[in-house]
């Protein structure tokens, strides 16, 4: 099986990336998948008072945010250390951070000095709240995006307090939004030949993903309770239990609840003047959930899911994440990426979710060992092999 080559998607752009977490690395991550040369630039041993916060370098974490990348070991804190990041900075497309704004502003490497330095760079930066306002030197973290930007309170179950969601979607889809935003930068740049500054935040883009329930506010003036697992004004939408385990199922119009009856067997529902329409529906959802949860319990999930497939009523398994891998769909697709890795051997990662017919996305390294690509990168940028000596000696990469 031959190996699998780079994409060439984004293979003429270079990448300073100076994040860590999850937000930035996530963002880059999409980049370097696409082919773009991304410089993961991190600090010599010793040097952060912070080191590892990311976790353990060859953990499944930092392996599934960091393949794709060069390593290259640089400290910001010495002037020559600057001047070899000012140094690539002018040749270099992009630089992402998620530094709390007035850390890069300490580091002088805020927009404006690097835009002095190349007009045609593109800043991406995401914090916690924003580059400016009452917030903006606030250390931001998942959860607190969380819970500041609505999603507790719309999640879990009824009078039972806010609850997180199960994973960091406010680093992750912030991290989504600043590609986006990259990206968008980079077509104006086509036409208008310079860069600018992309910014994004754990509360704007939490604030986003809220979108309908957000709306619901906004518009209606409506503040969207706990609903569990039942959807905020669909109905029957939502899980059930069999006999051996748990379905979802979606009804959305009239014509798949009717088709729900059938597969039921209980065509008088169907026509029961309670629940005729979705406002009904939703109007006596606790008794309609009361007796479909009844009927759902005699049969096993694989019967029901065959039957509601037939009748084209939404439904699906609810998997744990070992489930998820097995499921021909999910095998099919091929999101699982097998990688090897030095240490760990053959692994698998997370691929993207997004199929190009020309240039897709491709996974060809894992997470290089820490600036394992220093000399390679600084001898592209002009340095010779006195100078690089030197800055090692000294402790600069």
């Given at each position: 099986?031959?190996?699998?080559?780079?994409?060439?998607?984004?293979?003429?752009?270079?990448?300073?990336?100076?994040?860590?977490?999850?937000?930035?690395?996530?963002?880059?991550?999409?980049?370097?998948?696409?082919?773009?040369?991304?410089?993961?630039?991190?600090?010599?041993?010793?040097?952060?008072?912070?080191?590892?916060?990311?976790?353990?370098?060859?953990?499944?974490?930092?392996?599934?945010?960091?393949?794709?990348?060069?390593?290259?070991?640089?400290?910001?804190?010495?002037?020559?250390?600057?001047?070899?990041?000012?140094?690539?900075?002018?040749?270099?497309?992009?630089?992402?951070?998620?530094?709390?704004?007035?850390?890069?502003?300490?580091?002088?490497?805020?927009?404006?000095?690097?835009?002095?330095?190349?007009?045609?760079?593109?800043?991406?930066?995401?914090?916690?709240?924003?580059?400016?306002?009452?917030?903006?030197?606030?250390?931001?973290?998942?959860?607190?995006?969380?819970?500041?930007?609505?999603?507790?309170?719309?999640?879990?179950?009824?009078?039972?307090?806010?609850?997180?969601?199960?994973?960091?979607?406010?680093?992750?889809?912030?991290?989504?939004?600043?590609?986006?935003?990259?990206?968008?930068?980079?077509?104006?740049?086509?036409?208008?030949?310079?860069?600018?500054?992309?910014?994004?935040?754990?509360?704007?883009?939490?604030?986003?993903?809220?979108?309908?329930?957000?709306?619901?506010?906004?518009?209606?003036?409506?503040?969207?309770?706990?609903?569990?697992?039942?959807h905020p004004y669909s109905t029957p939408m939502g899980v059930f239990e069999t006999s051996d385990g748990f379905i979802n199922i979606g009804v959305g119009g009239d014509g798949q609840w009717r088709a729900l009856c059938v597969v039921l067997e209980r065509p008088d529902l169907g026509k029961a003047p309670e629940y005729a329409t979705l406002e009904l529906r939703f109007r006596n959802r606790p008794k309609l959930n009361a007796l479909l949860a009844e009927i759902f319990k005699t049969k096993s999930s694989a019967y029901w899911l065959d039957q509601l497939e037939r009748q084209g009523v939404p439904a699906g398994p609810i998997y744990k994440l070992d489930e998820v891998?097995?499921?021909?769909?999910?095998?099919?697709?091929?999101?699982?990426?097998?990688?090897?890795?030095?240490?760990?051997?053959?692994?698998?990662?997370?691929?993207?979710?997004?199929?190009?017919?020309?240039?897709?996305?491709?996974?060809?390294?894992?997470?290089?060992?820490?600036?394992?690509?220093?000399?390679?990168?600084?001898?592209?940028?002009?340095?010779?092999?006195?100078?690089?000596?030197?800055?090692?000696?000294?402790?600069?990469?």
């Amino acid at each position: 099986m031959s190996a699998p080559q780079p994409s060439t998607a984004l293979a003429n752009l270079c990448v300073l990336d100076l994040t860590r977490a999850r937000a930035g690395p996530t963002c880059c991550r999409i980049l370097s998948d696409f082919g773009a040369d991304v410089i993961k630039i991190e600090a010599p041993p010793g040097v952060d008072p912070n080191e590892g916060m990311s976790g353990v370098r060859d953990g499944s974490d930092m392996l599934n945010l960091h393949r794709n990348k060069r390593s290259l070991t640089l400290n910001l804190k010495e002037q020559a250390g600057h001047e070899i990041f000012m140094r690539l900075v002018k040749s270099a497309d992009v630089v992402v951070e998620n530094f709390r704004p007035d850390v890069k502003e300490r580091m002088e490497i805020a927009y404006e000095r690097l835009k002095a330095a190349n007009p045609r760079i593109i800043l991406a930066s995401i914090s916690g709240f924003g580059q400016s306002g009452p917030y903006r030197t606030r250390a931001g973290f998942d959860q607190i995006a969380q819970g500041m930007g609505g999603l507790m309170w719309v999640t879990g179950m009824p009078g039972e307090g806010p609850m997180r969601a199960g994973i960091a979607v406010a680093d992750s889809s912030a991290g989504i939004y600043a590609a986006t935003g990259i990206l968008v930068a980079l077509v104006e740049r086509e036409r208008s030949g310079l860069g600018q500054w992309v910014q994004t935040s754990l509360l704007e883009e939490q604030i986003a993903l809220m979108d309908f329930q957000a709306a619901r506010y906004l518009v209606d003036g409506v503040v969207p309770g706990q609903a569990g697992n039942d959807h905020p004004y669909s109905t029957p939408m939502g899980v059930f239990e069999t006999s051996d385990g748990f379905i979802n199922i979606g009804v959305g119009g009239d014509g798949q609840w009717r088709a729900l009856c059938v597969v039921l067997e209980r065509p008088d529902l169907g026509k029961a003047p309670e629940y005729a329409t979705l406002e009904l529906r939703f109007r006596n959802r606790p008794k309609l959930n009361a007796l479909l949860a009844e009927i759902f319990k005699t049969k096993s999930s694989a019967y029901w899911l065959d039957q509601l497939e037939r009748q084209g009523v939404p439904a699906g398994p609810i998997y744990k994440l070992d489930e998820v891998f097995a499921d021909p769909q999910v095998e099919h697709l091929g999101i699982a990426v097998p990688l090897h890795h030095p240490k760990r051997g053959d692994i698998r990662v997370v691929g993207q979710p997004v199929t190009l017919s020309r240039t897709p996305a491709s996974i060809v390294s894992t997470l290089p060992e820490l600036g394992s690509h220093t000399d390679e990168i600084l001898r592209g940028a002009g340095y010779s092999d006195t100078e690089i000596a030197d800055f090692h000696a000294r402790k600069i990469v």
